[in-house]
C-alpha cells in the first residue's frame, strides 16, 4: 500500500515562515505530479501548489512569491517552503501525488493525512 505522510506544520507568528515535507512509501513504480492543498475551517479545500515530474511548478495567486514548492524523487518526497506567512494561510495542508503502483497499472491519486499551520500572533 502506498502512503503520503506530512510533517513541518505548526503555528507560527504573520511574518514567519514554515516548511512542510511529505513522503511518499510503499509499492511505487512511478510517481507524477505531487501537490499542496489546504483547508481552512468553514471552506473547500484550495489547490495551492503542483510541481510536475519535470520539476516545474504551478501555484495559486495568493501564494506566489511567497511560497516554493519542490521535490526529491530520489526520496519521493515533496516541500512546500512558505515564506511571509499571513493570518489568511491558517489551514490543514495536505499532500497529494499521482502515482502508479505497479508497470501496467492505472495512476492512482493519493492524500497525506494533513498537517496543521497556524499563522497567529
Known amino acids: 500500500q502506498v502512503q503520503l505522510v506530512e510533517s513541518g506544520g505548526g503555528l507560527v507568528q504573520p511574518g514567519g515562515s514554515l516548511r512542510l515535507s511529505c513522503a511518499a512509501s510503499?509499492?511505487?513504480?512511478?510517481?507524477?505530479?505531487m501537490r499542496w492543498y489546504r483547508q481552512a475551517p468553514g471552506k473547500e479545500r484550495e489547490l495551492v501548489a503542483s510541481v510536475f515530474s519535470d520539476g516545474s511548478p504551478n501555484y495559486v495567486d495568493s501564494v506566489k512569491g511567497r511560497f516554493t514548492i519542490s521535490r526529491d524523487n530520489a526520496k519521493k518526497s515533496v516541500y512546500l517552503q512558505m515564506n511571509s506567512l499571513k493570518a489568511e494561510d491558517t489551514a490543514a495542508y495536505y499532500c497529494?501525488?499521482?502515482?502508479?503502483?505497479?508497470?501496467?497499472?492505472?495512476?492512482?491519486?493519493?492524500w497525506g493525512q494533513g498537517t496543521q499551520v497556524t499563522v497567529s500572533s
Open positions: 497529494n501525488a499521482n502515482i502508479k503502483p505497479f508497470p501496467g497499472t492505472q495512476i492512482v491519486a493519493y
Open positions: 510503499g509499492t511505487i513504480f512511478n510517481i507524477y505530479t
